[in-house]
């Protein structure tokens, strides 16, 4: 009976494989896996472990590996069918009836790993043999000793149309097509697909041949450097990871896994130590090779090469993880000095080297900006709104909502910072000689910007959040364009509102450039409750804190309309759909009570540091009063 690949992941995905183990062997909980002394072979400290996450286990000691129905036939004895049965049972899943069809491709995709395997041994011997000499030195020049090259199965493949076929005669012509050996043309002899080529065989995570892939000696115009097998019943190229069979294992130790753009990079690894490397199949990082990644590892690293086509790389690979996001899962990057590749860079810098770049991987954000804002010429405001439309463009592929929330604030953010600088106010004269006056804090605001916040948004300032907020960019002025695009959002919902956040728009230079403005200490902020302590509206707030809190009171204010907005469309559906409704409504309060709370944290916090600082003065106050009195 053939079992499609899908069925069976579903029932693995079923089936708990700690508690499948727990029934016959001590389990006990390390980090996000669990350990025991090995069930297979005599050990005295723990060196088998199981990993629900990635569905399987794993000893150290002896190498036994495998999921749930190996741990059934193993343990248990079982043969295949049966394992499947009795966890089929567990998980409630029937097992399908037989499909003579999906038999026959069984048994012929079983019979192709044969003709892999046997093409494998020939490409070897041919290696080994006269007529390999000259791939020899090839492999020789590139750095490759004997035990690399046994060990990654290097063979090659003679210059002659005819001669693979003629070694693997047993086999029928049609297998070998069909594994991708041989090509087949109208009206001539099918011929060999790998001419005078340095081969390596490409494996699955059982260690089995699935394809090939293959390099020239010299490098040829009009001929490709390298040359992988074509799909087949076995090889589908963007679901393949080479060398994902050894480096799934050394991950495991290290807690990594590097991707490299080449097989041969992830050889060089190999080489120097590096275990944990893998290589997609000559073509940009696909959705699902990510996903085996993430299978290892929370946040893969790309180490691609340090020029334009490394970067072009390492941003498709970007662009197809970006609506891929989850939160713990991402990618990091590594790119190397302009014109190295890891070999080159290994041969000059050596394994430490390289050990220092990959302990200090840039994150997807970082490649993402650093990649825009360098694309093209920034020299005018048009050039740096195509920057920002470049950036959201990223942003709204995302397809997790926080996620996608906190892309948009910090690009935003580091967009602000590049397009709208600070003013070089100690280049002004009036300006060098008021030692008081702290560019990056929060300034005092001049009695005509008061008055005229009061009047553009008259009933507006009646809710605390929305005071503030506008309060404390009269203040950060430098942060108004920041929040450009939620601000006029923010407009949008209320008419009133509008005329503030214009007439902010329209005079932030005016409130930066405040060298004709009169400053005063004591000078009154747009009216907001008397007990508002956010950072953003305090004297002497740290100017770090006080943006980030003003930036996140930004986002609370914009966010709170549209949930209030969600909560009642819910409501109106509960005649149609009340549970669905419900949900919605519940998830949506919930919501809303993280914003008050979060909002009454920003406040309480700076209220306790305010209460702290007091009686830090109180303090030295009456220390000072008793050393007079004495």
């Given at each position: 009976m053939a079992l499609s690949p899908a069925w069976l992941d579903e029932l693995k995905s079923r089936i708990t494989l700690s508690a499948l183990i727990q029934r016959?062997?001590?389990?006990?909980?390390?980090?996000?896996?669990?350990k025991a002394c090995c069930p297979f072979h005599s050990e005295n400290t723990p060196s088998f472990y199981v990993n629900d996450q990635k569905g399987f286990y794993h000893c150290f000691g002896c190498q036994q590996h495998g999921g749930a129905i190996d741990w059934m036939m193993e343990q248990h004895g079982l043969p295949f069918m049966d394992a499947v049965k009795e966890l089929a049972s567990e998980a409630g899943m029937d097992v399908p009836a037989p499909d003579p069809r999906a038999a026959r491709q069984a048994e012929q995709r079983a019979t192709l790993h044969d003709v892999m395997k046997a093409a494998q041994e020939w490409f070897v011997a041919q290696l080994a043999a006269p007529g390999g000499a000259d791939a020899r030195a090839y492999l020789e020049r590139r750095g490759l000793d004997e035990h690399t090259i046994r060990r990654f199965g290097f063979g090659w493949a003679p210059d002659d149309r005819q001669a693979l076929k003629t070694a693997l005669s047993d086999f029928d012509e049609r297998l070998l097509i069909e594994a991708g050996l041989l090509i087949e043309v109208e009206e001539k002899l099918p011929y060999s697909r790998f001419r005078g080529r340095v081969m390596l065989p490409i494996q699955d995570a059982r260690e089995r041949v699935i394809a090939f892939g293959g390099?020239?000696?010299q490098d040829r115009d009009g001929v490709a450097k390298y040359l992988n097998s074509p799909d087949t019943p076995l090889f589908d190229k963007g679901r393949t990871l080479y060398n994902l069979h050894r480096a799934a294992a050394a991950s495991r130790k290290s807690g990594r896994v590097i991707v490299a753009e080449g097989y041969m990079d992830v050889i060089?690894?190999?080489?120097?130590?590096?275990?944990?490397?893998?290589a997609p199949m000559g073509t940009a990082l696909t959705e699902q090779q990510i996903e085996l990644l993430w299978r290892m590892v929370d946040k893969p690293v790309l180490c691609f090469d340090g020029d334009k086509a490394g970067t072009r790389a390492a941003m498709r690979a970007a662009e197809r993880a970006l609506p891929l996001l989850r939160p713990g899962h991402s990618l990091q990057v590594v790119q190397l000095p302009a014109g190295l590749d890891p070999?080159?860079?290994?041969?000059?810098?050596?394994r430490k080297g390289m050990d220092k770049l990959l302990e200090a991987p840039k994150s997807l954000l970082d490649l993402v900006w650093e990649h825009e804002r360098e694309a093209s010429p920034l020299a005018s405001p048009e050039d740096k709104a195509g920057l920002k439309a470049r950036l959201m463009e990223h942003v709204d592929t995302i397809q997790h909502p926080d996620i996608k929330s906190l892309y948009r604030r910090e690009l935003l953010d580091r967009y602000g910072s590049f397009a709208y600088p600070p003013r070089d106010f100690a280049r002004?004269?009036?300006?060098?000689?008021?030692?008081?006056?702290?560019?990056?804090?929060?300034?005092?605001?001049?009695?005509?910007?008061?008055?005229?916040?009061?009047?553009?948004?008259?009933?507006?300032?009646?809710?605390?959040?929305?005071?503030?907020?506008?309060?404390?960019?009269?203040?950060?002025?430098?942060e108004i364009h920041r929040h450009s695009d939620n601000l006029l959002a923010l407009a949008k919902s209320d008419a009133q509102l509008a005329r503030a956040v214009d007439f902010l728009l329209e005079s932030s230079e005016d409130l930066e450039d405040r060298g004709n403005s009169p400053i005063f200490a004591n000078d009154v902020l747009p009216p907001a409750p008397d007990n508002t302590?956010?950072?953003f509206l305090m004297e002497g707030s740290d100017p770090e804190e006080a943006r980030e809190d003003l930036a996140e009171a930004v986002a609370l204010l914009v966010e709170r309309p549209a949930l209030e907005a969600a909560i009642v469309a819910a409501t109106r559906r509960f005649d149609t759909?009340?549970?669905?409704?419900?949900?919605?409504?519940?998830?949506?309060?919930?919501?809303?009570?993280?914003?008050?709370?979060r909002l009454g944290q920003m406040t309480r916090k700076r209220a306790a540091s305010q209460a702290f600082e007091n009686e830090i003065a109180d303090a030295a106050e009456h220390s000072v009063a008793e050393q007079e009195t004495d």
């Open positions: 016959s062997v001590k389990l006990q909980r390390a980090g996000r896996e669990w390099r020239i000696l060089a690894l190999a080489a120097a130590g590096l275990e944990d490397a893998v070999d080159d860079l290994l041969g000059r810098d050596g002004k004269e009036p300006f060098q000689k008021r030692a008081f006056f702290r560019r990056d804090g929060p300034q005092p605001t001049p009695p005509h910007v008061t008055k005229r916040l009061r009047e553009a948004s008259s009933g507006a300032f009646r809710d605390m959040l929305t005071a503030a907020v506008l309060g404390g960019l009269a203040r950060h002025p430098a302590r956010f950072s759909d009340p549970e669905g409704a419900f949900a919605e409504q519940q998830r949506l309060r919930k919501r809303k009570l993280e914003i008050d709370t």
